[in-house]
């Protein structure tokens, strides 16, 4: 079946750092890929929604100059959150749907964004 | 405004009985509601849905029931297995596959063997 891939895992890193999340379609083209976050004991919150070639859509109150997406190829997503603070740390998901399919959001494992 | 509800955290359920999940919505607008099923650190494994043109879906031992007047869906697994235990995440969105989910904040389902 369909397969996402995340990278990285998990991250640990200081207080102004930022990171990069990419989020991999491996065996289809994902037109669209969605960014989410989760945190503990609540809800997946839909961050934004990235279309291959075009600028991403995002939430209500989710800053774009903070969390950049780049959706630049129908196989590659890439989170970046800038300039890291404590508040930031979160499990980011990302999920992936090929166009006009019938077939759900494949997502991936998710990473563990911990800012010290 | 959570637009999705999941009422009950958590469940526990004895090994081979019947689980009974729960999941209400305030939005008519949405089209279809899936069921996720997650592990810890894990992204979501997508389980079953439904279209709000029916009020049944089987799939094995997982059955979606679907009552659009009381804007309520259930996934009901049996029998249940200690495999099983996990968060399970009931979404709805406007079109399947394309738009973005609306999760529910999740239950924890323990099956005790």
């Known amino acids: 079946g369909a397969v996402v891939s995340q990278h990285p895992s998990r991250v640990i890193c200081k207080s102004g750092t930022s990171v990069k999340i990419e989020c991999r379609s491996l065996d289809f083209q994902a037109t669209t890929m969605f960014w989410y976050r989760q945190f503990p004991k609540q809800s997946l919150m839909l961050m934004a929604t990235?279309?291959?070639?075009?600028?991403?859509?995002?939430e209500q109150g989710v800053e774009k100059d903070k969390f950049l997406i780049n959706h630049a190829s129908l196989t590659l997503s890439t989170l970046t959150v800038t300039s890291a603070h404590p508040e930031d740390s979160s499990f980011y998901i990302c999920?992936?749907?090929?166009?006009?399919?019938?077939?759900?959001?494949?997502f991936g494992d998710g990473t563990r964004l911990s800012i010290l | 405004d959570q637009q999705v509800k999941q009422n009950s955290p958590s469940l526990s359920v004895q090994e081979g009985r019947i689980s009974i999940l729960n999941c209400d919505y305030t939005n008519s607008m949405f089209d279809y509601f899936l069921w996720y099923k997650k592990y810890p650190a894990e992204g979501p494994t997508f389980l079953i849905s439904?279209?709000?043109?029916?009020d049944k879906n089987e799939d094995g031992r997982f059955t979606v029931f679907l009552n659009k007047s009381a804007k309520h869906l259930s996934l009901h697994i049996v029998p249940s297995q200690p495999g099983d235990s996990a968060v399970y995440f009931c979404?709805?969105?406007?079109?399947?596959?394309?738009?973005?989910?609306?999760f529910g904040t999740g239950t924890r389902l323990t099956i005790i063997p």
């Open positions: 439904i279209s709000s043109i029916k």
């Open positions: 979404a709805a969105t406007g079109d399947f596959g394309n738009e973005k989910l609306t």
């Open positions: 999920s992936a749907s090929r166009l006009r399919s019938n077939q759900p959001q494949h």
């Open positions: 990235s279309n291959e070639g075009s600028k991403a859509t995002y």
